[in-house]
């Protein structure tokens, strides 16, 4: 099994809006509505971001939400702060085992 | 507070084996599915294993299978990673997390870097 793809990087100015996707196939994202969103700032561990395609977990902001249109899934982040600046990744449930995305590195101008 | 501590990684030569163990509190640690991710260096994340909240249940990513064994010790709180037959390609921080369900990953730990070099 291949990973999910991510564009490998995107970057957007401080307020703007930025939307990353993650393409997977039918046998995935385009299976189940089991794809997840992880944060992850250098040197640290992973943090969810989605779940579910589209749910946050408490604490995580608003600014953050995900969705999915056939076989690709997206997270768009609004109000791009500094913060955000990390590497993001998608996973989806694929039966076993678990498919994260190749990463997406969000860099902010 | 959830919290997971991992321990036991290091440098090993090819071939040998390693135990890493995933300390847990804050959380009923006997109920839950528990998962282990690692991250090669430079490189993005892999799903490894995870375990049925009783132990009785077990998958593997194909890359580890006959070699890497997932289990627990809910007496004591505590995840392990078994890893035998250890391989350059092993190299990677591993990770050990919750996993509520299907791909949802909730709570991490810091890490804990393997490097398999000769």
């Known amino acids: 099994q291949s990973a999910l793809t991510q564009p490998a990087s995107v970057s957007g100015s401080p307020g703007q809006s930025i939307t990353i996707s993650c393409t997977g196939t039918?046998?995935?994202?385009?299976?189940?509505?089991?794809v997840s969103w992880y944060q992850q700032h250098p040197g640290k561990a992973p943090k969810l971001m989605i779940f579910d395609v589209s749910d946050r977990p408490s604490g995580v902001s608003d600014r953050f939400s995900g969705s999915k249109s056939g076989n690709t899934a997206s997270l768009s982040i609004s109000g791009l702060q500094a913060e955000d600046e990390a590497d993001y990744y998608c996973c989806s449930y694929t039966g076993t085992p678990y498919m994260f995305g190749g990463g997406t590195k969000v860099t902010v101008l | 507070e959830v919290q997971l501590v991992e321990s036991g990684g290091g440098l090993v030569q090819p071939g040998v084996s390693l135990r890493l163990s995933c300390a847990a509190s804050g959380f009923t640690f006997s109920s839950s599915w528990m998962t282990w991710v690692r991250q090669a260096p430079g490189k993005g994340l892999e799903w490894v294993a995870n375990i049925k909240p009783g132990g009785d249940g077990k998958d593997y990513v194909d890359s580890v299978k006959g070699r890497f064994t997932i289990s627990r010790d809910n007496a004591k709180n505590l995840l392990f990673l078994q890893m035998n037959s250890l391989r350059a390609e092993d190299t990677a921080v591993y990770y050990c997390?919750?996993?509520?369900?299907?791909?949802?990953?909730?709570?991490w730990g810091q890490g804990t870097l393997v490097s398999v070099s000769s």
């Open positions: 997390a919750t996993d509520s369900h299907y791909s949802t990953f909730d709570y």
């Open positions: 039918s046998s995935d994202i385009g299976r189940y509505n089991y």
